[in-house]
């Protein structure tokens, strides 16, 4: 039996067509969650992201997807209309997953690079934190939300550790994970819970993207106690785990999902 079949659960994925966003959206589909995803991505992408997305509805799920811009009010106030005509008066969203990249990867100095300037931390703290709270603000508002339902957010190390060119990303990732701690505690009495996942290094295109990434992957290899890198799939279970009833007590934790990585 999978574990969501039949209560008409939806998970709302923000960041969702690779990586962290596209491994959970398999995996609470297996378990018998409906799915809805949204994400930014160009059309040379879109074959692959489709044959992911064929995957996600063989397993016997509802699905539906949004390819716009999830930071813009309209497209947002857009969706979630939709999103009360799919989900009719039984669907309710269990599971809100914020998996975002989107931010400046500058350095603050450089002699022939462009640096980071006050509209580039603007820029990827609003995509990487504030996102966050508007859309849980959005689903609330329009009463969405499952009574017991999850909000799951993914860090990184780079919240307490200085990684070059990382500055606006790190100042999100703090941002993000203090928004996480007041919906914890303000949105509790409404049957919401709020945890963030501390992935450990995963080699996913939003890595790939940092310069020095491949001595982040050598460092990680290194250290991991067991001498590999974080898979896209170790995060989806720990989400599944974290929606799961059993975990309906686990609120406003920022929680290591590593191997073991952040020990040593």
Known sequence: MKEFQ???????????????????????????????????????????????????????????????DAFKIEKREQIISELKDLLGTKGKIRTLVHSVAKGNLKPMISNNKLTLKNDDFSLTINAMAISLYDWTQAVFENKLFAEDSRIISFTSEGNTKAWQNYAAVSAAKVTLEAITRNIALEFAPFGIRANCIQAGVTDTASLRMIPGSEQIKAHSLMRNPFKRLTQPEDVANAVYLLCKDEASWINGCIIPVDGGEHIS
């Open 6 to 68: 039949d209560k008409n659960y939806w998970a709302l994925i923000l960041g969702g067509s690779s990586g962290l966003g596209l491994a959970t959206a398999k995996k609470l589909a297996n378990q018998g969650m409906n799915i809805c995803i949204i994400h930014r991505n160009l059309r040379a992408q879109e074959e692959e992201i489709t044959l992911e997305f064929e995957s996600i509805k063989a397993e016997n799920v509802k699905f539906k997807s949004y390819n716009v």
